[in-house]
């Protein structure tokens, strides 16, 4: 039965968690409410509170959940085979199917509203993300397969650019994965991908 409840509890946590970040995505941290929240679930503020004592504490916890998936994913992506634009393509497209499959992730842009503790260990977290997408883009530069940039403006925008999408994907109909990543590859990585003939002689 402990077990049972448990798994319950889990599931009412996810719940949650998917609804508060499709809140706070859509009307930002300062105008999202906690009733607005639980009414998007059908429940009373008091069961709400129950789980969360309050929306900072839930916020972070929307925030933990997000850097979990997009961890996952660029782990995904940093164990593939292929160049480093090969790679890059497979995270682009792993995140826009997680998004679709999955829900929206929270913006990964502003988080000065977490307590001072929270927001150290979230700007930690990010800055460990940001530096396995700088790799997967300096392997692209070695391999000859990505352009010389400055690989720390370019993981910052990829991340805008793709998480930013969770803005607005859930109010535009018909886009499908496909649609999204074909614009996405050929917005940023036409302007990342070295001419093929080039990547291939740097590839020796």
Known sequence: MAVSRSRKSDGKRDSIVHAATGVINA?????????EIAASLNLRDATLYYYYPNKVALAYACHCRSFERFEKLLKHAEDAEGTGAARMRCLIRRVL???????PQLYFGDYSYLGDEQRRKITQWADRLK???EHILKDGIRDGSIVPCDTRIAAQLIIGMVIWLAKWIPAVEGLTVES?????????????????????AAAG
């Open 27 to 35: 009307k930002g941290f300062a105008r999202a409410t906690m009733s």
């Open 97 to 103: 199917e997680d998004q679709f499959e999955n829900g």
């Open 131 to 133: 530096g396995m997408l």
């Open 180 to 200: 999204l990543e074909g614009t996405i590859v050929t917005m940023m990585l036409g302007g990342l991908e070295a001419n093929p003939a080039a990547a291939r």
